[in-house]
Nanobody
Framework: QVQLVESGGGSAQTGGSLRLSCVVS????????SGWFRQAPGKEREGVAL???????LYADSVKGRFTISRDSAKNTLYLEMNGLKLEDTAMYYC??????????????????WGKGTLVTISS
């Protein structure tokens, strides 16, 4: 059974930083396309960052240069380092993985497995 468990969410001020983690079990996720999505209140879920099995990364324009996706294969853990946080980064953040090594874009419909999310709240 594949499980994804996020942690690291919380509150931060604008300009601050947070680091999200996602521990994956039941699959060697480093062979999959994996990434982070977020959903703000009243908005649709959107892709934030993806990483392919080969380590190629893809970012949404809104977070490019501020967020960094990475993974520790030995720990089967995915990370999202978030710097320069903005009010509009407030959302529930979800870890996700697709059952294939390549990514097809920041499309939530393309992902197979999902975590339950971790809440990030940014205030001024």
């Amino acid at each position: 059974q594949v499980q994804l468990v996020e942690s690291g969410g919380g509150s931060a001020q604008t300009g601050g930083s947070l680091r999200l983690s996602c521990v994956v079990s039941g699959v060697t996720y480093s062979t999959y396309c994996s990434g982070w999505f977020r959903q703000a209140p009243g908005k649709e879920r959107e892709g934030v960052a993806l990483i392919t099995s080969g380590g190629v990364t893809l970012y949404a324009d809104s977070v490019k240069g501020r967020f960094t996706i990475s993974r520790d294969s030995a720990k089967n853990t995915l990370y999202l380092e978030m710097n320069g946080l903005k009010l509009e980064d407030t959302a529930m953040y979800y870890c996700a993985a697709a059952a294939r090594p390549y990514c097809t874009g920041l499309n939530s419909a393309a992902m197979t497995y999902w975590g339950k999310g971790t809440l990030v709240t940014i205030s001024s």
